[in-house]
């Protein structure tokens, strides 16, 4: 629960099969109240807390948000009301699903050079050949940063998200001073792309001259919201990709079924995402007013958590919450969050997902666990596994 509410580095979450317990939280303490405030863990109340009026996003009385690097809200994470539907209305288009689409063939192209990099070999660490660089190569390439710019991101986005051994008031001072790290190199390159004559067809381009209604981003926004972008793009797809491609090494009755129609990975997908849900808890949240969310009582100051992972087994919302089912209908699953603060890249990251499923079950006939291996899970505020030893047969 330390693990959950306060993302202690205990150890408790560091197993390849952590959803019996998960279960019971969701069951058995859908509500737990901490030193801090309030932590709801039913999909119910998860819901009801993401969309209610009296929540924010970073703290009411010192305006600063928690867990991300940043001493100022990020666009549009932590920002609510107005301000939040002002940059919602004019980011959305840019990750609308026609947009995203537009990006399927040179991710394609890129998860299919990786796999040329191992298809030889019959075995791979499948973290490090295939779930980190893929993500990271095609972020960095969509994004438009520079490709040198790629370890300085990734170290930077780790120093923030993984300070392990702190308390939570020192791993946010230790945050913020890698965030000022990053926001520095940002701006630069935001300086450098507004300097120059002719512009990539890339996010930096877009978000210099996208305009929605006569609005527009200042390079402050830009700045702001690539931060937001690094961490994000840096750290959870990677985590998404090694949870699902370990879950159906596990499994082969799921993956053969997979491999047996191809057009079920889509569905795949969403059901995998609510099973493993590699983003398990939301960020800090603040009630602003006192009030109740289905008869439990918040007070004013309260921090308040939400509980995405143990949502998605709520056994009140899925049937069998356990069992991975790839025909499961009404699949509303809180793995992109739920309520007014939806992950702006939902679209991107299911486009990544499905791809980079397809192309590597395309290229094999079958894979597994390599014989005796048994993959490191590692629980940071996000859940990935840490290697992933795989056997395959090439076609």
């Not at 993984?162 to 939570?168: F, Q, S, Y």
């Not at 001072?173 to 792309?193: N, S």
């Not at 994000?232 to 499994?251: H, K, P, Q, R, Y």
């Not at 980079?356 to 996000?382: M, N, T």
Request: glycine share 8%.
């Amino acid at each position: 629960m330390r693990s959950l509410l306060t993302y202690e580095n205990n150890g408790s979450m560091d197993v390849a099969c952590p959803w019996a317990r998960l279960v019971e939280v969701a069951r058995d303490t859908p509500v737990v109240r901490w030193e801090m405030g309030v932590g709801f863990f039913s999909m119910a109340d998860v819901v009801s807390v993401g969309n209610h009026p009296a929540v924010v996003s970073a703290n009411p009385i010192t305006h600063e948000p928690m867990g991300m690097g940043s001493r100022e809200p990020l666009i549009p994470l932590h920002l609510d009301g107005d301000v939040h539907r002002h940059y919602r209305k004019l980011i959305d288009p840019l990750f609308a699903p026609r947009q995203v689409a537009l990006f399927e063939e040179g991710f394609r192209h890129l998860a299919d050079e990786l796999i040329d990099g191992f298809i030889a070999d019959g075995e791979v660490d499948f973290v490090a050949g295939y779930a980190v660089p893929l993500p990271a190569t095609m972020f960095m390439q969509i994004f438009g940063a520079p490709m040198d710019d790629l370890p300085f991101f990734t170290e930077m986005k780790d120093r923030i998200l993984k300070a392990e051994g702190l308390t939570i008031e020192e791993r946010e001072a230790e945050g913020r001073l890698w965030g000022d790290r990053l926001r520095v190199r940002l701006a630069e390159i935001v300086a450098e792309r507004r300097a120059a004559t002719t512009q990539q067809d890339d996010l930096i381009s877009k978000f210099l001259s996208w305009e929605v209604e006569g609005d527009k981003l200042s390079d402050e926004d830009i700045v702001n919201v690539m931060h937001l972008f690094v961490i994000a793009g840096l750290d959870t797809v990677t985590s998404s990709i090694g949870c699902l491609i370990g879950w159906l090494a596990a499994n082969p009755e799921q993956r053969r079924q997979l491999f047996d129609d191809p057009s079920l990975v889509p569905h795949a997908v969403e059901e995998l995402m609510r099973h493993q849900s590699p983003v398990n808890v939301g960020g800090p949240r603040w009630a602003t007013e006192d009030f109740e969310v289905n008869g439990v009582s918040v007070k004013q100051g309260d921090m308040l958590l939400l509980g995405w992972w143990t949502a998605n087994l709520d056994p009140a919302v899925f049937a069998d919450p356990l069992t991975v089912d790839f025909t499961r209908e009404a699949n509303r699953h809180a793995a992109f969050a739920a309520g007014r603060h939806r992950c702006l890249g939902s679209h991107l990251a299911r486009l990544e997902l499905r791809i980079a499923i397809e192309q590597f079950h395309r290229r094999v006939s079958d894979y597994s666990l390599a014989p005796g291996a048994e993959p490191a899970y590692k629980w940071e505020g996000v859940r990935s596994p840490v290697t992933l030893p795989l056997i395959f047969a090439a076609r």
